[in-house]
């Protein structure tokens, strides 16, 4: 199995900045992607930002300029640098990778636990 464990969340002033972090560990035979989702209360989960295959990344329009994603190889790690934070930017986010936990497995999806991240006006 995969467990992601995520840190790094609270209540920040707009324009405030906040670093996520989400570390993987289990059973990973090959990782396709690593990233994060947000959902607000009432609203969808959407994808913030991802790593695909370690190299090419892909961000949210709305956080484009503002947030950067980045990732540790070697500790399994992947980090949401969030600056210039906005109070639309307030939701509970998600940390995702997507990966092949044995040779033999499909591609499957696996989530943390959520952090909530509050931005005040």
């Known amino acids: 199995q995969v467990q992601l464990v995520e840190s790094g969340g609270g209540l920040v002033q707009a324009g405030g900045s906040l670093r996520l972090s989400c570390a993987a560990s289990?059973?990973?035979?090959?990782?396709?992607?690593m990233g994060w989702y947000r959902q607000a209360p009432g609203k969808q989960r959407d994808l913030v930002a991802n790593?695909?295959?370690?190299?090419?990344?892909n961000y949210a329009d709305s956080v484009k300029g503002r947030f950067t994603i980045s990732r540790d190889n070697a500790k399994n790690t992947v980090f949401l640098q969030m600056d210039s934070l906005k109070p639309e930017d307030t939701a509970v986010y998600y940390c995702?990778?997507?990966?092949?936990?044995?040779?033999?497995?499909?591609?499957?999806?696996?989530w943390g636990q959520g952090t909530q991240v509050t931005v005040s006006s």
């Open positions: 995702n990778i997507r990966a092949r936990s044995t040779v033999w497995s499909t591609v499957s999806d696996y």
């Open positions: 790593i695909i295959l370690g190299a090419s990344t």
């Open positions: 289990g059973s990973i035979f090959v990782t396709f992607a």
